[in-house]
Each structure stands twice: as C-alpha cells, then as structure tokens.
C-alpha cells in the first residue's frame, strides 16, 4: 500500500545511490538498465539523474538528458511502496525546473501504450501524443506512444 509522504526531496543521484536504485529498476522494468548504465548516464554532461527521498530514503529516481532546447526523458521510476504519493510529480517538476533553467522549451518521452497511469501522469504536466512507435519494447512487441509538451 502506498504511503502518504509528506515531505519528498530531490537531489542528484551518485554512484553510492545505485544499489537502492537498481532495486526499484528491476521491479519496475521487463529489460532493466544496468549498474553501467546508469553510470555511463552519470558520466555525460548532458544527462541529469535525480533520486526522490522520503525521510532519507530513496523512493524513486528520473534519468534526462538535455539536448539542445529538448528534454528527453530517458527513465523514470518509484518503488512500488511509494507510488502515487507525489514523488513522480516532484522528480518531474524538478526535471522541468532544472532543463528549463538551461533553456529547454520543449519534452519528450516514449512510454508503453498499456501504461495508463504514466500517460495520465504525463498529460498532466503538459505531454500529448504525438506520434507511435511499433513494437518498440521488444520484449513484449508493445508499441510506444511519443509524448511532447512545450514548457
């Protein structure tokens, strides 16, 4: 059951973060990213990797990279314990903050056509369907919905 948190944080994620990280990745992912992955994302300049803490605790994290005046939302998840307590909103209001301090006008993201709680969650920062991939999660042959905002 979800918990109701009251008071979530963000601050960058950091290599001591991925273990905690690589949990809530495995649980919430069919093909999840690996430790190098995240640490390649770390690596490059124009990536930005955020966890969401609740009392210390890492509850959730979102991986972006700012390319140009685009976001492209790369990865986003919360532990199964702490969904729908705002801590997707907060990583997300953060990504926006941070990319449009950087000059970003513009988002956008691939996310399954089945997940609907992710697409009522996009369109309520802004993201509209634009566009489909087929069988872009392989492992599934599920199409992705490409999802844009102007911000």
Same mark, same amino acid.
């Given at each position: ?19 905690d990280?690589?949990?809530?990745e495995?649980? $919430? ?16 300049p ?5 966890? &969401? ?6 509850? #959730? ?21 702490w969904?729908?307590?705002? &801590?997707?909103?907060?990583?997300? $209001? ?36 634009? #566009?489909?991939?087929?069988?872009y999660? $392989?492992? &599934? ?11």
């Open positions: 059951m979800a918990k109701m948190a009251v008071n979530i944080k963000t601050r960058d994620m950091t290599a001591d973060d991925l273990d990280v690589l949990v809530i495995g649980a $919430s992912f069919q093909i999840p990213w690996s430790r190098g992955i995240f640490l390649g994302e770390m690596a490059q124009f990536c930005h990797d955020l966890v &969401a803490l609740v009392e210390g605790r890492i509850v #959730g994290y979102i991986c972006f990279a700012i390319v140009c005046d685009e976001i492209h939302l790369r990865n986003i998840a919360v532990h199964r314990d969904k729908r307590c705002g &801590a997707a909103s907060e990583l997300l $209001s953060r990504m926006i903050a941070i990319s449009s301090g950087k000059g970003a006008r513009y988002g956008t993201l691939e996310v399954r056509k089945s997940n609907v709680a992710a697409l009522e969650l996009y369109k309520r920062f802004g993201f509209v369907v634009e #566009g489909t991939r087929p069988s999660y $392989s492992e &599934a042959g599920e199409d992705a919905l490409i999802m844009w905002a102007n911000f």
